[in-house]
């Protein structure tokens, strides 16, 4: 009975961290899955058959060290092995701390995540306590469901209705014999799924509280801005300076702490949507954009578009916050009018400015070429590098190799320039 016990448990312990693994990798860039699913499996099985901590930490120690060998290969062996990949990490860690990098990283992640997978297994299915892997998963896609762009609410549902399946089937008792053991757990699979579909149900009624709960989100976030917390953050970050999103004018290094900003800068009203620029940098440094040291402006008027006789014009109308300086415009500008006031256009950056003193707020009004994308005129573009643009093309001396070689891989299908930019 002990044996069938774990070994339910070890199906739970797969339900709940395959979701996690679906994430995770391609989250990672990891495009192969196959070797991650082997470990969760394989560790799921390794804590069914051999449940001493004795003998099970140093298989899965093993067991762990080749899943990560598989992903990150090295041709060292042993003690070297071990000292080059203590280096990297510590060189990782170290650059994302200092804020060189804003991405976590991959090698330090995969570690937390295979170690994490195999503390859960033996907690859930040796001693039959689910709590530390279900929070893990759930925590997990929770902070993605919340920062980024995708939904993982069924994920979520799916775990906790396993994880309530769990905890049932881990207080069942093995003394009441094996009958009594099996109505117990159809019950607690019953009860399980009903919560879940229950749980479903409700959430989809209780949209608005969940909006209202967004909105009050964003007024703490403010509120806590307006006390200074993200300015305490940013004093004693090691990393360089907290940015803000938005537009901003210093891009010369990219990367570190990122601070929310909800405040809207400006409002477009049009009836099809544009690509909004404010300028353009042309001198990458490998950690950041940089201005030429020269600019030079030009009467806005003259540089504009000349439309051709058959031509259509459409008048769009944008309106700026009174902090906001900027004036954004899109391709295909034929005029823009500003009360009166005259524009100027900056060369190289191609930004518009206007030549009185401006302190930000007001509308204006651009006059644009009625035109849309011709996508299957783009895939007609071949792969020779575009006259005139050389310079928007350029990289520093100092790029990785591994860089060149990941661009080549991604593209090697691709016949058009078109798809070589989707693929990239």
């Not at 070297?80 to 804003?102: D, K, M, P």
């Not at 309530?164 to 094996?178: E, F, H, P, R």
């Not at 010369?252 to 940098?281: C, E, K, M």
Request: aromatic share 16%; hydrophobic share 45%; proline share 5%.
């Amino acid at each position: 009975m002990k044996f069938v016990k774990r070994l339910l448990m070890a199906v739970g312990f797969v339900g709940i961290f395959y979701p996690v693994l679906q994430v995770y990798m391609p989250l990672s860039e990891f495009t192969d899955l196959t070797g991650s699913f082997y470990y969760l499996i394989g560790t799921a099985v390794l804590a069914v058959l051999l449940p001493y901590w004795f003998v099970w930490i140093p298989i899965q120690i093993g067991f762990m060290i080749t899943c990560y060998r598989y992903y990150f290969p090295s041709n060292l062996t042993g003690i070297r092995w071990l000292g080059s990949e203590f280096s990297q990490i510590n060189a990782s860690l170290e650059q994302f701390i200092n804020g060189g990098s804003s991405v976590f990283p991959t090698n330090v992640s995969f570690i937390l995540i295979v170690v994490l997978i195999a503390l859960s297994a033996y907690l859930l299915i040796v001693w039959s306590r689910p709590t530390v892997g279900i929070l893990v998963a759930l925590i997990y896609l929770m902070i993605l469901q919340v920062f980024t762009k995708y939904d993982y609410f069924m994920m979520v549902v799916q775990i906790l209705g396993i994880g309530l399946v769990l905890y049932g089937l881990s207080n069942i008792s093995l003394k009441v014999g094996w009958k009594r053991a099996l109505v117990s757990f159809v019950v607690v699979l019953g009860y399980g799924y009903g919560l879940t579909w229950l749980a479903v149900k409700a959430t989809e009624q209780l949209v608005p509280q969940q909006q209202w709960m967004e909105q009050r989100a964003k007024n703490v976030n403010r509120r806590l801005d307006e006390a200074g917390l993200f300015d305490f953050v940013d004093y004693y970050n090691s990393g360089g300076q907290l940015k803000r999103m938005g537009y901003g004018e210093d891009d010369s290094v990219l990367g570190g702490p990122v601070q929310q900003n909800f405040d809207p800068v400006f409002a477009v009203y049009d009836d099809a949507p544009h690509y909004w620029r404010i300028s353009t940098r042309t001198i990458y440094t490998g950690v950041g954009w940089e201005f030429p040291e020269t600019l030079t402006a030009f009467p806005a008027g003259p540089s504009f578009i000349k439309p051709e006789e058959d031509d259509e014009t459409v008048d769009v109308v944008i309106a700026r916050e009174d902090n906001f300086t900027y004036f954004p415009y899109t391709y295909g500008l034929v005029d823009a009018t500003f009360a009166g006031m005259n524009f100027e256009l900056i060369q190289p950056t191609e930004q518009l400015r206007n030549t009185d003193a401006d302190g930000g707020g007001g509308s204006y009004t651009l006059t644009l070429i009625d035109q849309e994308i011709d996508f299957a005129g783009l895939n007609t573009v071949g792969i020779e590098s575009p006259i005139g643009l050389e310079e928007y093309l350029e990289v520093p001396e100092g790029v990785p190799q591994r860089v060149w070689d990941l661009a080549a891989e991604l593209t090697a299908g691709d016949g058009t320039m078109y798809e070589k930019v989707r693929a990239l």
